[in-house]
């Protein structure tokens, strides 16, 4: 499956942006869904997931409370809506595609497949 990101851009804090994975190339509804950022000099993190079914949604700690992780299996998207956004928000965001299996949702190295990732910039 190829996964592609869109929805970045430039921001003022305290507001939103709406993030889009759109897949192709197979059906969406076989993999769990991850979003990961990466900012400047720091390593991915593990920003949000979803299960295939939708059942199952975890966030980390930072973002809890202001995004929120979402997918459409037959529209083949998964989407991050992001309120209230900080300056330390900002990262390049990226979506992945796991199988399913018992592998860690909150490592990057569980994700087989990922899209080039959008640039959020939060300006504060």
């Known amino acids: 499956v190829q996964l592609q990101a869109s929805g970045g851009g430039l921001v003022q804090a305290g507001g939103s942006l709406r993030l889009s994975c759109l897949a192709s190339?197979?059906?969406?509804?076989?993999?769990?869904i991850a979003w990961f950022r990466q900012a400047p000099e720091k390593e991915r993190e593990f920003v949000a997931y979803?299960?295939?079914?939708?059942?199952?949604?975890n966030y980390a700690a930072s973002v809890e409370g202001r995004f929120t992780i979402s997918r459409d299996n037959a529209k083949n998207t998964a989407s991050l809506q992001m309120d209230s956004l900080k300056p330390e928000d900002s990262a390049v965001y990226y979506c992945?595609?796991?199988?399913?299996?018992?592998?860690?949702?909150?490592?990057?190295?569980?994700?087989?497949?990922w899209g080039q990732g959008t640039l959020v910039t939060v300006s504060s």
């Open positions: 190339g197979g059906p969406l509804s076989t993999y769990d």
């Open positions: 979803i299960t295939w079914s939708g059942n199952t949604r």
């Open positions: 992945a595609a796991k199988s399913l299996d018992y592998a860690s949702y909150g490592r990057a190295d569980s994700y087989a497949y």
